[in-house]
Nanobody, 124 residues
Framework: QVRLVESGGGLVQAGGSLRLSCAAS????????MGWFRQAPGKEREFVAA???????TYYSDSVKGRFTISRVNVNTVYLQMNSLKPEDTAVYYC??????????????????WGQGTQVTVSS
């Protein structure tokens, strides 16, 4: 059974940093793309960042480019380092796994598995 478990969310002041973690288990993800999405109250879920497990290619939304960094370590952990946080970054952040695939997807339909989400709140 595939499981994705996020951690690392919390409350931070604007300009601060947080690192989200996603622990993946239940299968080999070497041929998968791992992504982070977020959903703010009253808004649709939006793509944040993604990384190809094999090769490490990354892709970011324009809203976080230059501030967030996605990375993968060992065989089952993905990080999202978030710097220079803004109040508009406040949302529930979800880890997702999509595959097997060779290309990065930026829409929810491109992902098969989802975590339960972790809340990030940025105060002004």
């Amino acid at each position: 059974q595939v499981r994705l478990v996020e951690s690392g969310g919390g409350l931070v002041q604007a300009g601060g940093s947080l690192r989200l973690s996603c622990a993946a288990s239940g299968r080999t993800f070497s041929d998968y793309v791992m992504g982070w999405f977020r959903q703010a109250p009253g808004k649709e879920r939006e793509f944040v960042a993604a990384i190809k497990w094999y090769g490490g290619s990354t892709y970011y939304s324009d809203s976080v480019k230059g501030r967030f960094t996605i990375s993968r370590v060992n065989v089952n952990t993905v990080y999202l380092q978030m710097n220079s946080l803004k109040p508009e970054d406040t949302a529930v952040y979800y880890c997702a796994a999509g595959g097997p695939r060779s290309g990065i997807a930026t829409i929810s339909d491109g992902y098969n598995y989802w975590g339960q989400g972790t809340q990030v709140t940025v105060s002004s």
